[in-house]
C-alpha cells in the first residue's frame, strides 16, 4: 500500500455540484493532516489543516477518519474557480520525520 | 509579511554542471523544505532542514545536498546534473509548534532545465 494515496481524477463536476474525495494514508501514527491546491505551474497552496474533530471553511470541510485511515475534503456549491488539483499532505513527527505529499487530484468544475 | 522568496526563477544548465538554488523562509520559521516537482511525477520531498540541521532526506540520490544558514534560509545543491534532473523545484517553510508540524508555505520555485 501507498503511503499516501489519492485518486489522480480528473473529476469533472458541473457548477454548483458539491463533491467530494479522499485521501488514505497508510501509517496509523501520522499526526498531521492538511489538504493544499495546486493550480496548473503555480505553487501548491495551504487550503486547509485537517482536524481530529472536522473543520469546516466557507464552503470547504475536512474530516479525520482514524480507524480507516483516510482525510477527505468536500467542497460545496463547487465555482469555476475551484478547478485546481487537490494534494493531501501526512506528517509523522515521531516516526523518522516524514512528510509526504499525495500526487493530487485534479478537479475540473464545468461551465 | 513576505512570503517564501527563491531564486532564481529559472535556471538553464547543461549535463554534468553543477547547480545552486536558494530560499529564504518566511519570517519567524524555522523549517525549510525542498520538494523536486518533475512532469507526471508530483511532489517529490528530497530535504527537510530545521534550526540548521538535516531532519530527514528523501530518496534521492547523495547528489542533491543542501544546507541551512544560522538566518534560516537554504540552499540546494544539485551536483553533476543529468537530464532528469529538469524540473520544477519547490522550497517551502513552516514553523514547529508543540512537537506538530504546522502547515508549509511554498515559494514560487525555481525551474530547473537541463540541456
Known amino acids: 500500500r501507498k503511503e499516501v494515496e489519492q485518486d489522480p481524477g480528473p473529476f469533472n463536476v458541473p457548477e454548483g455540484a458539491t463533491v467530494a474525495f479522499n485521501c488514505t494514508y497508510s501509517n496509523s501514527a501520522s499526526q498531521s493532516f492538511f489538504w493544499y491546491r495546486q493550480d496548473c505551474r503555480k505553487e501548491p497552496k495551504l487550503l486547509m489543516s485537517?482536524?481530529?474533530s472536522g473543520n469546516e471553511d466557507g464552503r470547504f470541510t475536512a474530516q479525520l477518519n482514524r480507524a480507516s485511515q483516510y482525510i477527505s475534503l468536500l467542497i460545496r456549491d463547487s465555482k469555476l474557480s475551484d478547478s485546481a488539483t487537490y494534494l493531501c499532505v501526512v506528517n509523522d513527527m515521531n516516526r523518522d520525520d516524514k512528510i509526504i505529499f499525495g500526487k493530487g487530484t485534479r478537479l475540473h468544475i464545468l461551465p | 509579511e513576505a512570503g517564501v522568496t527563491q531564486s532564481p526563477t529559472h535556471l538553464i544548465k547543461t549535463r554534468g554542471q553543477q547547480a545552486t538554488l536558494r530560499c529564504s523562509p518566511i519570517s519567524g520559521h524555522t523549517s525549510v523544505y525542498w520538494y523536486q516537482q518533475a512532469l507526471g511525477l508530483g511532489l517529490q520531498f528530497l530535504l527537510w532542514y530545521d534550526e540548521g540541521e538535516e531532519r530527514n532526506r528523501g530518496n534521492f540520490p547523495p547528489r542533491f545536498s543542501g544546507r541551512q544558514f544560522p538566518n534560516y534560509s537554504s540552499e540546494l545543491n544539485v551536483n553533476a546534473l543529468e537530464l532528469e534532473d529538469s524540473a520544477l523545484y519547490l522550497c517551502a517553510s513552516s514553523g514547529i509548534g508543540q512537537g506538530i508540524l504546522e502547515p508549509q508555505h511554498f515559494g514560487d520555485g525555481t525551474r530547473l532545465s537541463i540541456l
Open positions: 485537517v482536524y481530529s
